[in-house]
């Protein structure tokens, strides 16, 4: 006899009624969900009975509801402690996933039911502080409040948050599963859960999570799934196992778990997934991995494991999933990878994998994705052994020592259709032929290889829809480039480093990353790439452009990253970037044209901008002051323009906090050196301890899904050091380079230029400069080069220019130096044009020397001891007066030569009381 449901009572139907009442019911496209909320009628059939609604469910002998399940029920609005929800106090089981509750704090009231086994609020866009009274709930053994986020609410408010973990836990003995992902806990994980021995699922993935991981939580004799990945700062490492486990799933990836895999790993051998990729485990793999034969899922990638791939991984039959990408894996790809046919993925990428590629994983029918990239295989392969493997899509060998060879028989209707082609650095001779007959194709890698002539016309003509990104970079294609790039939804094009004439082809609005540099493309640059909807980088570089460059470029600086107009022939002004006072942009270089004007003052809005280069034009300007309230410039390349007048202060306190590189050179500025910026330039007066940092911006970039894209750009000039024009295509973090010369400075070189810790190359030549070389230039210990030459510097060249011991091209010629050459060191391998035009210097490498050069000195009681200004006065009438006495022509032939004599001594003693300050400074 079939039993009838329990009628609900009147109040709990009248509290769910008004629940329902209190929301919207929408339903959104994008995550499709069920309204079950609808079904409940205050009238009708069943109206009467809650415990007949869908998502309803009552204890058959009370009446009670006690399991409310409204996961995906397409509700929307605010949720308080006030909502009718909390009067159904006999609640046992309550689900409100996967719903819309308009980032509203978890009610306290829900410490009511304290009745709760099963509470489910995930991904239903709360937000806030967990609330303790969640901690009440001392029956719960499953509790998931995970995936709470709102990517439409500002940062601060789009996880929720826990107050403790302990706090939050400490009375839920009961939990059989936990699931706080993406929880902000930011606290360590409590040692006793290590003794709540009912918990089968710990979930905590990107919580925040600090300190060690209790060890002893492993050994939690029903744990199946134990999840912390994404937690950088959670320390940890694997136990050794004694007693056989029942975990199933072991995540720990993102973490910063370290050691080594224990042997006794093969204690967990109902593990099926394992994945502890991106942390800090090193050693070989244990052979004893080969005994969890249930695995079908291994992630060892980005870690430091070394040695070579164990033999008896080929006991995984089961396995889909082998990564262990960027590692220390040498040795060949073993052939009975083979074998394992139930492989999806397999990624060895970043390795030190030799030998040849096994024909035996052409026998891996169900592959889909191979990724053998970065490594050092070789030898000639048959890219043909792929195309008759039907399932795969994505497909990287490159950068590795082989030479692909391509067979160009008849295509089998059931070979493979590719998504992704990498082949970069491959030895290709010519495009791949099997692309031709790719209709679904998605992304084509084939930079830095060898591929001749012309890009053959099918290729426009393939993979129309699907296609988002194109890379042929450095290869020696020729030919002409189409109108308009054909790819509709395209987002990269790289065609750099080639040989490529024509016009600029028109990109598709969704083009983010466009690169056609270094190569000999002509005509003017068309309105229509002004139709970019958010285009990141734009180099047009080392082409023959010529023609204006188009004032619309001025509004694409809200997204635009990097634009490089380098070492063409534009013309007319620079557009005004950054005009809207919203700016991404990092890198402007339109050096190399013949561009005129100003610099346009709306770049003082791009508050981001870490370089500016635009060297070698026609603008005439004085200073651009407002450049000094850029707080994150390193590079300023003005050189070979027409600026002109003085320097004047920054209009803020702040001068170039960050600033490196500083190339002023080739211009017409006057007056004194810019020794008020010189105090602020606290990058330069720091020693960054790391050579292998470059001066770069990093770019990642969303291409579409399925893939994302990261272009390190480095920052590419043309300056003169040690003597020499110099390219340098990159630029490391350690090095700081001031070049003012060739302008018409004057004045003295201030002390404040020995700050400067971390300059590499100092030239200010070819000015007007006087006074001392100011012995603070001592302190310059990283300096390779120093060219003071063409000026009128006098004095002596100080003693303590012999520190520099890193000093590789030194240049003081052509001023009005004297005394003795600082001998030894460094200095004894400078030739005599560092020196030349100095007639009072003498020393090596002079042939000029320094002798008895202190006995024609005149006597130290007349100059040295009378120090002032007072004695100097008086000497001065002596003369006068023996003028008087002896006759007119005598006495001033003798006053001139006091008053030769005295001009030297007093530049003398200036320069050393310049010194006694330096050194009482520093």
Request: with cysteine.
């Amino acid at each position: 006899m079939t039993k009838l449901p329990s009628n609900c009572h009147d109040d709990e139907r009248s509290a769910l009624l008004q629940f329902k009442e209190s929301f919207v019911i929408i339903n959104k496209s994008a995550s499709p969900c069920d309204p079950k909320v609808l079904q409940w009628k205050s009238q009708g059939v069943n109206a009467s009975n809650c415990c007949s609604w869908a998502g309803v469910h009552c204890e058959e002998e009370t009446g009670n509801v006690i399991g409310l399940d409204l996961s995906s029920s397409c509700l929307f609005g605010s949720i308080n402690s006030n909502t009718t929800l909390f009067n159904l106090v006999h609640l046992q089981s309550l689900n409100l996933a996967d719903n819309d509750f308009n980032s509203s704090q978890i009610p306290v009231a829900v410490g009511k039911l304290l009745g709760l086994t099963y509470l489910n609020l995930s991904n239903s866009f709360f937000w806030g502080q967990i609330p303790l009274e969640v901690s009440y709930l001392y029956k719960l053994s499953h509790l998931d409040l995970s995936f709470n986020y709102n990517e439409n609410v500002e940062l601060i408010f789009s996880k929720l948050k826990s107050p403790n973990l302990g706090s939050l836990l400490q009375n839920l003995t009961s939990l059989e599963v936990l699931d706080l992902s993406e929880v902000d806990i930011s606290s360590r994980v409590p040692d006793f859960l290590s003794n709540f021995t009912s918990l089968t699922s710990i979930i905590l993935h990107d919580c925040g999570l600090q300190g060690e991981f209790p060890a002893a939580i492993f050994q939690l004799p029903n744990l199946r799934i134990l999840d912390v990945s994404s937690n950088g700062n959670l320390k940890g490492y694997f136990p050794e196992f004694h007693h056989r486990s029942p975990l199933k799933e072991l995540r720990l990836d993102g973490s910063g778990f370290s050691g080594s895999l224990p042997s006794s790993i093969q204690m967990l051998d109902s593990l099926d997934i394992l994945a502890v990729d991106s942390c800090d485990f090193s050693g070989p793999f244990p052979s004893s991995l080969g005994k969890l034969n249930k695995l079908t899922y291994l992630n060892l990638g980005v870690n430091n494991f070394s040695g070579q791939i164990p033999c008896s991984l080929q006991n995984l039959t089961h396995l889909t999933v082998l990564d262990l990408h960027d590692n220390q894996i040498c040795g060949p790809i073993p052939s009975w990878l083979g074998n394992l046919t139930h492989l999806k993925f397999l990624e060895f990428s970043y390795n030190q994998l030799h030998g040849l590629v096994p024909q035996s994983l052409s026998n891996l029918m169900d592959l889909e994705t191979l990724y053998l990239k970065t490594n050092k295989l070789n030898g000639t392969l048959e890219v043909d052994m792929f195309l008759s493997m039907k399932s795969l899509s994505y497909l990287n060998l490159g950068e590795n020592n082989l030479s692909l060879l391509f067979r160009k028989g008849n295509i089998n209707a059931t070979s493979s259709k590719f998504k992704y082609v990498g082949f970069k650095s491959c030895n290709l001779h010519e495009f791949p032929y099997f692309i031709r007959h790719q209709n679904e194709l998605e992304w084509l890698s084939i930079p830095d290889n060898k591929i001749c002539c012309e890009i053959p016309k099918w290729m426009w003509n393939t993979s129309i829809d699907t296609l988002v990104a194109f890379n042929i970079a450095d290869n020696f294609l020729k030919g002409y480039l189409p109108a308009v790039i054909p790819w509709v939804n395209l987002r990269l094009f790289r065609v750099s480093f080639n040989m490529l004439r024509g016009t600029l082809p028109v990109p598709p609005p969704s083009v983010v990353y466009y690169n056609v540099s270094n190569n000999l493309l002509s005509g003017e640059v068309s309105n229509m790439f002004c139709n970019m909807s958010s285009p990141y980088s734009l180099d047009l570089s080392d082409n023959t452009l010529e023609g204006k460059i188009p004032e619309c470029l001025g509004n694409l600086s809200s997204t635009l990253y990097i634009l490089s107009l380098r070492n063409n022939s534009f013309h007319g002004f620079i557009p005004e970037i950054c005009s809207n006072n919203v700016s991404t942009m990092r890198i402007i270089d339109v050096s190399y044209n013949k561009l005129q004007g100003k610099l346009p003052r709306s770049l003082s809005n791009c508050k981001m901008l870490q370089g500016i280069v635009v060297s070698n034009n026609q603008l005439s300007d004085v200073f651009p002051s407002w450049l000094g309230s850029l707080p994150f410039l390193k590079l300023l390349i003005l050189q070979h323009n027409g600026f002109y007048g003085v320097i004047e202060k920054p209009e803020s306190y702040i001068g170039f906090p960050k600033l490196q590189v500083l190339d002023i050179s080739f211009n017409n500025f006057t007056g004194e050196l810019p020794s008020h910026y010189v105090s602020s330039w606290n990058a330069m007066k720091a020693i960054d301890p790391d050579p292998f940092m470059y001066l770069s911006v990093l770019l990642n970039i969303t291409i579409s899904n399925t893939y994302r894209y990261e272009v390190v750009t480095r920052y590419a000039i043309r300056i003169t050091t040690k003597g020499v024009n110099r390219y340098y295509g990159a630029i490391q973090a350690i090095f700081a380079f001031i070049d003012m010369s060739s302008n018409k400075f004057e004045g003295e070189i201030s002390i404040l230029f020995g700050n400067l810790m971390s300059l590499h190359s100092l030239n200010l030549s070819n000015n007007m400069l006087t006074g001392c070389i100011p012995s603070s230039l001592g302190n310059l210990t990283e300096l390779e080069s120093l060219d003071l030459s063409q000026n009128n510097l006098s004095g002596e060249i100080p003693q303590q220019l012999k520190q520099l011991g890193f000093l590789g091209s030194f240049n003081v010629s052509h001023n009005m130096l004297t005394g003795p050459i600082p001998q030894g060191k460094q200095f004894s391998a400078f030739d005599s044009s560092s020196f030349e035009g100095n007639p009072g210097l003498c020393g090596d490498p002079l042939s000029k020397k320094c002798g008895d050069l202190e006995t024609s000195s005149p006597p130290p009681s007349v100059f040295e001891e009378n120090d002032d200004s007072e004695s100097v006065f008086k000497l001065d009438w002596k003369f006068v007066l023996i003028g008087y006495i002896s006759g007119l022509v005598v006495g001033v032939v003798l006053a001139d030569i006091v008053i030769i004599r005295r001009h030297g001594w007093l530049v003398k003693m200036q320069c050393k009381r310049r010194r006694r300050r330096s050194y009482s400074r520093n």
